[in-house]
């Protein structure tokens, strides 16, 4: 990558996988100046297969949107969702196979959310999976 500053071309001098991304520390051997590069993993490749078959593009949005609807009125703002949402990418970018079932998805987010609001946690899950008995929404609680 070339010197921002001088077009030169940089040295690496730190390279850091955080999971979603990858962040790497330059350093120009010219002028000297320092700075700090970040490589995102491709998210488009990342599906969602849903409970009928269909297959969809994962959607960062789409996972906030339904977090956010699950914590309304909860004191947990959108900073606090968006970490959320990122402890799961990292989760789920790292994973070999680039299709994930809604019910793996809705699982890993009830994993966060029991965390830190029972009832965001109730209202997901109630929402996400499709209970039949009380009993299977307990059973389910009982095994996350
Ligand atoms: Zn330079």
Redesign the pocket.
């Known amino acids: 990558m070339p010197?921002p500053?001088?077009g030169?071309p940089t040295n690496v001098t730190d390279k850091r996988n955080e999971g979603f991304r990858i962040k790497r520390r330059r350093k120009?051997s010219?002028?000297q100046?320092r700075f700090v590069t970040y490589e995102y993993l491709d998210s488009t490749k990342f599906k969602i297969v849903k409970k009928n078959g269909d297959i969809e593009k994962y959607s960062r949005d789409k996972l906030k949107r339904g977090i956010l609807m699950a914590v309304y009125k909860r004191g947990i703002d959108e900073h606090m969702v968006n970490d959320i949402v990122d402890v799961i990418e990292v989760e789920i970018f790292t994973r070999k196979n680039h299709a994930l079932t809604t019910s793996v998805l809705g699982s890993l987010v009830l994993t966060q959310l029991r965390k830190i609001d029972i009832v965001a946690f109730i209202r997901f899950a109630s929402v996400y999976e499709n209970y039949t008995s009380i009993e299977q929404f307990i059973y389910k609680i009982n095994n996350l």
Request: net charge positive; with cysteine; aromatic share 0%.
């Open positions: 010197c500053s001088c030169k120009c010219i002028c100046m």
